[in-house]
């Protein structure tokens, strides 16, 4: 099954996330704008819209 994850050197981490709300599966988290988003492995199903979304390349599929 295809795992997505959170490449952090690649975030940014200075603004909210706006993949948050792109997740179907509501399965991205942030702490703080600061802060680079978390990925809820129990809830996410893998569909890959995160990774396709993030402009920085951020969420990689592996
Ligand atoms: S792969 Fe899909 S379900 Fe998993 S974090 Fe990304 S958008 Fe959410």
Redesign the pocket.
């Known amino acids: 099954m295809?795992h997505?994850r959170i490449e952090a050197s690649r975030c940014p981490q200075n603004h909210f996330c706006p993949?948050i709300r792109?997740?179907?599966?509501?399965?991205?988290s942030q702490k703080n704008p600061f802060s680079a988003p978390e990925?809820?492995?129990e809830?996410?199903?893998?569909?890959?819209?995160?990774?396709r979304?993030c402009g920085y390349g951020a969420?990689r599929?592996d």
């Open positions: 295809t997505v993949v792109v997740c179907p599966a509501g399965a991205i990925i809820d492995h809830k996410c199903t893998s569909c890959g819209l995160c990774s979304y969420f599929k």
